[in-house]
């Protein structure tokens, strides 16, 4: 309860902070894109993990407000690092379920985009296979009407999820991002190594393009680059970083 009181005062007290880790193309080496990830600096509690907060925002309906700050903040930073001349990124963003089902999701997006100047093709919704169980109608309809704005989109965690292959033909769909349990085993594991080359040649055979997460070592980038991956996002280039110091990791 204490935890819950402490969530509901966070977004007045600016407690939230935005980190961002980079997504690499993996043929040039370049960064073109970065994931906003959400931080919780509290007073007393200090960093509180994504993993202990997320869940309850959900269910007390916070992350709506909470997820309205993310998207104004990473894509007012994004449009300000275009603003200074930086290579454009694209901002890759999380959805929550209870943002999914919003009736304003769309609206609220096109306003964010207006407000911020930020192109459309700039911004990219990362959604779970989970969004989509409920009510698929609804799903696809709510996607096409994303992707008339001109936003991208990508599927998150992609191999974790329960549902049907068959939504990657009727989505609009433009990323797969292959989850970090796979990636992180390629090397010990000739299953988890199948799992990734399977996912890879799906992306391409759809024309989606693949992003592995959770890169650690020289030895899975390797693999990744083999097999034609095309963009990479894990520690071994960054850990998600502050404004600040994500800034200068493009500058260099
Ligand atoms: O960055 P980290 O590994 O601590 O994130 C833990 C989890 O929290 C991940 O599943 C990530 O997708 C989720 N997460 C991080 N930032 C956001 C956010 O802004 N919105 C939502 N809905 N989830 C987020
Ligand atoms: O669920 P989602 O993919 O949005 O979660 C992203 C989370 O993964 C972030 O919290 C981020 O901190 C974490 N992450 C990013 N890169 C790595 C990595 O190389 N290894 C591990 N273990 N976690 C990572
Ligand atoms: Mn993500
Ligand atoms: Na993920």
Known sequence: LRIESALRNALVRQEFVLHYQPQLDLASGAIVGVEALLRWQHPELGMVSPQRFIGLAEETGLI?????????????????????????LRMAVNLSARQFAQPDLVQSIAAVLAETGLPP???????????????????????????????ALSIDDFGTGYSSLSYLRTFPIDVLKIDRTFVGQID????????????????????????????????QL???????????????????????????????
């Open 121 to 151: 093709a700039g911004l990219e919704l990362e959604l779970t296979e989970s969004l989509f169980v409920d009510d698929v109608a609804r799903a696809v309809a709510l996607l096409h009407e994303l992707k008339n704005l001109g936003v």
């Open 64 to 88: 709506v407000p909470i997820g309205a700050w993310v998207m104004r903040t990473a894509c007012a930073q994004a449009q300000a690092w275009r603003a200074a001349g930086l290579p454009p």
């Open 188 to 219: 010990g594991d000739s299953d988890q190594a199948a799992i990734v080359v399977s996912i890879i040649a799906l992306a391409h055979n759809l024309q989606l393009k693949v992003i592995a997460e959770g890169v650690e070592t020289a030895e």
């Open 222 to 252: 390797d693999f990744l680059r083999a097999h034609e991956c095309d963009q990479v996002q894990g520690y071994y280039f960054s850990r998600p970083v502050p404004a600040a110091e994500f800034e200068q990791l493009l500058r260099t």
